[in-house]
């Protein structure tokens, strides 16, 4: 805006567009990786960009698909490398992209420039989007938003093909966007007004724009292929707090969840990171203050369109409760129970809902000096919260300012402060975690994991049994419990619990090689040539299994073997640290014999 006076040059609403949603973000550029972030560039194929493995990756075993977000973040690897603000500089990018193509939807859809530019004001500027354009591993999120905005401009145009392959790549980005052809469809029925009553206007457009069938049947089989036609998974249960409820009190909160997003597009204050267990409490009453405010917000949903007779009004309505529907919680658990990106898409109809408003009712655009205080309140709540996302120290920290209760945070702050070298405030929040949460899987492990660290193996045992009594079949608390009982010279606990790991997952390594070590200290020494043998089946360049084994051939008496481990060892690695002994004991019985 200039100095705040209305943009009355429509050749400059694209500018004013872009300055606003580049200066909203320009300082996530200084802000490192958080939360996720590290697993996706942990991920070889995504720092190598390996196309074929990422189109065909079922993403950590998480049944997750999308390819696209992966492709773009594989290169933007190519470009920055391990730099976080090229990540935080395409997120912003592609904000103002999406910035961009709210302007030409609304353009197309209000048919008012003016109303059209504070349409995307509000939108480049709302603070609901910080989580996506701060958060790294959101690109999913702003590659759907781009594809979908894309799609629904090119079927405005009348450009079929390219609208279904928008719609598909939106897919392919994230699951939300395939709600686009239902959004579509409603915008016929209730703003285009074809002939005919409602049914007719349905089968005709379906018979026209068959094509959003067939790109969603093609996504959904390449899903299948990878996945195995797996659901999106809900994650543990300690992530969505919903799954715990019975589900009377489940649907209960999800309706007070509503009230709480209905209030965050009005007033987003109190935006949160994370909202999973103890953040949200659950319905327990009719009478419960927020439930109410929900029933409040969908019945005013549904009588103000009809109250107004506005289409617009209905159809921007029924367009936010469609980007709600898959996330909702109400048939399938989401992976969360409520997250700020999961009104995203939800953005998109709240600001085209403005744009009519304007539009409607010209003597708000007199009131512009308003609307620009309104505009740079919600830019500095964005640029506030960025702030928020420097870090998992600021962003978990900020989660608790709000949520003191809130025990995943109290995990991921505690992890943090590890991170950092600080035991004493790792502890505390693990701690505090279990307080919270006792049934909370992960603080017992990594609160184990510290004790470990500190050599006090009983509290650490103590931990790690504590985990086992909640989730028997997990496998890294029962190797690191070995590990601990081998620490402790306990062979035989150590041994349970490695063949416990080996039960449930045969080819852990590390517990092959530690297994066949607690034998050697127990003398049973055939078993721990099962085991070394069974290390290099899994990796047959596993130096250390070599070793291991040419000692214990060593013992045995059984130089030929013994010969034979160590010839192999010496191959794969000369430079070993036992090189010199290992040649002279081949050299001595070589010439013995």
Not at 141 to 147: E, I, Q
Not at 352 to 381: E, M, N, Q, T
Request: aromatic share 12%; with cysteine; charged share 15%.
């Amino acid at each position: 805006m200039n100095g705040l006076k209305p943009i009355r040059s429509q050749a400059a609403h694209p500018v004013a567009i872009v300055l606003l949603g580049l200066g909203c973000y320009a300082n996530t550029l200084g802000n490192g990786f958080v939360f996720d972030d590290s697993a996706y560039l942990a991920s070889a194929m995504v720092r190598e960009l390996e196309i074929g493995e990422i189109f065909a990756a079922n993403w950590l075993g998480l049944d997750i698909y999308r390819p696209l977000a992966l492709l773009s973040l594989g290169c933007d690897f190519l470009l920055y490398g391990e730099a976080p603000m090229g990540f935080h500089l395409t997120n912003a990018l592609l904000h103002a992209i999406n910035g961009l193509l709210l302007y030409a939807l609304a353009r197309e859809l209000v048919s008012h420039g003016q109303a059209a530019l504070w349409a995307a004001l509000v939108y480049i500027c709302h603070p609901l989007q910080t989580e996506v354009v701060g958060w790294v591993s959101a690109r999913g999120d702003l590659l759907a938003s781009s594809f979908f905005l894309g799609g629904f401009l090119a079927y405005l145009s009348g450009r079929r093909t390219a609208s279904w392959a928008l719609y598909a790549a939106a897919v392919l980005s994230k699951e939300t966007a395939v709600i686009l052809p239902a959004v579509l469809l409603l915008h016929a029925c209730w703003i285009e007004r074809a002939a005919g009553g409602w049914w007719t206007r349905v089968t005709d457009w379906c018979k026209s724009h068959w094509g959003y069938a067939v790109a969603l049947g093609a996504v959904l089989a390449l899903r299948f292929g990878v996945l195995g036609g797996a659901d999106a998974s809900a994650g543990p249960a300690s992530t969505n707090f919903l799954a715990e409820l019975d589900i009377a009190p489940r649907w209960a909160t999800v309706v007070a969840i509503w009230a709480r997003y209905a209030l965050l597009l009005v007033v987003p204050l109190r935006l949160s990171a994370d909202y999973s267990f103890a953040s949200i409490p659950p319905v327990a009453s009719p009478l419960d203050p927020w439930f109410i405010a929900g029933l409040i917000f969908v019945a005013a949903s549904v009588a103000l369109p009809w109250w107004t007779r506005s289409r617009s009004l209905a159809f921007a309505t029924a367009f936010l409760w469609l980007s709600l529907l898959p996330v909702s919680n109400v048939f399938v658990l989401a992976p969360s129970g409520m997250a700020e990106r999961y009104l995203h898409l939800g953005l998109i109809a709240a600001t085209l809902a403005i744009g009519w408003g304007v539009a409607r009712a010209p003597v708000l655009l007199r009131l512009w000096p308003l609307g620009g205080v309104v505009v740079l309140l919600l830019s500095a709540a964005t640029i506030g919260r960025n702030r928020d996302w420097r870090s998992d120290l600021s962003l978990f920290s900020a989660v608790l300012e709000y949520y003191p209760d809130n025990a995943r945070a109290h995990d991921n702050l505690a992890y943090s402060y590890y991170r950092r070298g600080d035991f004493g405030r790792a502890v505390y929040h693990y701690q505090r975690a279990i307080d919270i949460q006792p049934t909370r899987l992960r603080a017992h492990f990594n609160l184990g994991m510290l004790y470990s660290q500190a050599r006090r193996y009983d509290a650490a045992l103590a931990s790690f049994k504590t985990a086992l009594a909640l989730h028997p079949t997990h496998v890294e608390t029962h190797f690191n419990t070995g590990l601990i009982y081998q620490k402790m010279q306990r062979y035989a606990e150590a041994i349970g619990h490695y063949r416990a790991v080996l039960d449930l997952d045969p080819g852990h390594a590390k517990t092959r090689y530690n297994i066949g070590r607690a034998y050697e200290r127990t003398d049973r020494l055939s078993e721990a040539v099962g085991q070394y043998n069974a290390l290099i089946e899994l990796n047959p360049a596993a130096a250390k299994a070599y070793y291991r084994l040419g000692e214990v051939y060593y013992r045995l008496g059984n130089i030929r073997q013994m010969t034979e481990s160590w010839t192999a060892l010496l191959r794969i690695e000369p430079d070993h640290a036992n090189a010199r002994r290992v040649r002279e004991i081949i050299g001595q019985n070589s010439r013995s014999e």
